[in-house]
C-alpha cells in the first residue's frame, strides 16, 4: 500500500534525531516533549490508518491472499475488532467505532468545534512558560535568560491571560492567583481559544486520540504543526536555549512582543485549518454530530 509505506518513511525522517538520541541515552530540552508530554512512540506514529469511509480493495493491493493469514495485523492497519472484512475489501466499521467510543468522539468534537468558533486572545505573549517558575525553581535544567529576579519582573509586570489547563496546571502557587481565569478541566470547553499555543499543539492530541478516523497524512500534518508550535513555545520561554540553537522571543521588549503574535496568528491559522478538516471529517462518518441548520 503506497500511503502506508510513505507515511511510514516521512515518520523515519520526522523521528530520525529523536531515535539516535534516544539509542545514545542523551537528552534535549525541546525535541524530547514530543515524544513524553505527548505518549506517542515513533513506533506508534508509524501506524497508518486510510481513515473513516475509506476501504482497501485487497485485490489492488495484492495482498487479499494474506487478510486470514497470521501476518494480517502486520500487513493492514488494526484498531482492535473496528476493522472488518467486506467480501475483498478491507475497511473501519463506522458504526461499531462509535458504539465503543461515543463519549469520547462526541467530546472532542465539541471541544474542537467551540474552540474553532471562538474568537482567538492574542494578548497571553507566552507568558504561561514563566509562570511556570515564578518564584520557584526552574523545571529544567537550562538556564533562566535574565535570571530568577529578572524573570520575577516580567511576571510581575504583565498581565497571566492564561486559558489553557494543561498550561495552567503547571503554575507556580505564587503565580496562579496571578492569572485572570481559573482553567479546569472542568471548564475546557468554555475557555478553549484558537490564539491559544497549546491549545493548537493539542490539536495533535486530539487526532492521535480519534486514531482510524483520520487519514494518517493528516496525523502526520497534526504532528508537524505541534512541532512547529514547540518551536515557539521555547524560544518565548524563559530559558536561554542558544546553544542548542534556538534564538529567544524576548517579549520583554515591543519587537519580541509583536514577533510572537505574527507567529502566533499564523500558527493558528494552520490549527484551524486542520481542526475544520477534522470536523469535516467526523461528521461526514457520523452525520448526527452536524449542528442543526437553523
Known sequence: MALRDEHQQQVHELTKNHRQRRRSAERHPVWDFMFSYYPVSPGKLSHWHPGAGTWLDMEDTGEKAKVA??????????????????????????????????????????????????????????????????????????????????TNQVVENSQLKCTHIDAFRFFTPQAAPRNELRPTRETQTELEQPGCLHATMDVYKWATKLGPLLPGELWLRTFALACDVRVLDMEVSPYD???????????????????????????????????????????????HLRAPSS
Open 241 to 287: 536555549l542558544q546553544e542548542w540553537g534556538f534564538a529567544p522571543v524576548k517579549i520583554e521588549e515591543p519587537a519580541g512582543r509583536a514577533e510572537y503574535v505574527r507567529r502566533q496568528q499564523e500558527l493558528m491559522r494552520r490549527g484551524q485549518a486542520l481542526r475544520g478538516e477534522i470536523l469535516d471529517i467526523l461528521e461526514e462518518a457520523f452525520p
Open 69 to 150: 493469514s497470521e501476518e494480517k495485523q502486520h500487513l493492514l492497519p488494526h484498531y482492535k475488532d473496528h476493522y472488518v472484512q467486506r467480501g475483498a475489501a478491507w475497511g473501519l466499521d463506522l458504526q461499531r467505532h462509535w458504539d465503543d467510543r461515543e463519549k469520547s468522539i462526541s467530546y472532542m468534537h465539541r471541544l474542537l468545534s467551540l474552540t474553532k468558533q471562538r474568537p482567538p486572545q492574542l494578548g497571553c505573549f507566552g507568558l504561561h512558560e514563566w509562570a511556570m517558575v515564578y518564584r520557584d525553581t526552574p523545571r529544567h535544567p537550562e538556564p533562566l535568560r535574565l535570571g530568577a529576579e529578572g
